[in-house]
């Protein structure tokens, strides 16, 4: 059982930047690959990034690449998502998710996740 929390959401101009945590609880933290997800109002929950169990591969969606990131820290059982350069369309509920996965793969799609935080909302005003 791993339970999620997210904080770290907020209002934010446009062109600013934020980085999002998600604490976990749970013995095994470092078996589980994490991703972040988002969904903006009237729109269906969409990949962002993901890490995998160790930290050493990440991925993210094109519509952010280059702005966010995904990082990890094992010991502390933390997992965050720098967000760099944001736009009026990043605004949604951010959600981090976790996927046991000690072998090391991770997927982009949501029902992989297994483990889901309540989800920080995130608003990028123009």
């Known amino acids: 059982q791993v339970q999620l929390v997210e904080s770290g959401g907020g209002l934010v101009q446009a062109g600013g930047s934020v980085r999002l945590s998600c604490a976990a609880s749970g013995r095994t933290f470092s078996s589980y690959a994490m991703g972040w997800f988002r969904q903006a109002p009237g729109k269906v929950r969409e990949f962002v990034a993901a890490i995998s169990s160790s930290g050493g591969r990440t991925a993210s969606a094109d519509s952010v690449k280059g702005r966010f990131a995904p990082s990890r820290d094992n010991a502390k059982a933390m997992v965050y998502l720098q967000m760099n350069s944001l736009k009026p369309e990043d605004t949604a509920v951010y959600y981090c998710?976790?996927?046991?996965?000690?072998?090391?793969?991770?997927?982009?799609?949501?029902?992989?996740?297994?483990?889901w935080g309540q989800g920080t909302q995130v608003t990028v005003s123009s």
């Open positions: 998710a976790a996927d046991y996965s000690p072998e090391g793969s991770f997927c982009a799609s949501s029902g992989c996740y297994d483990y």
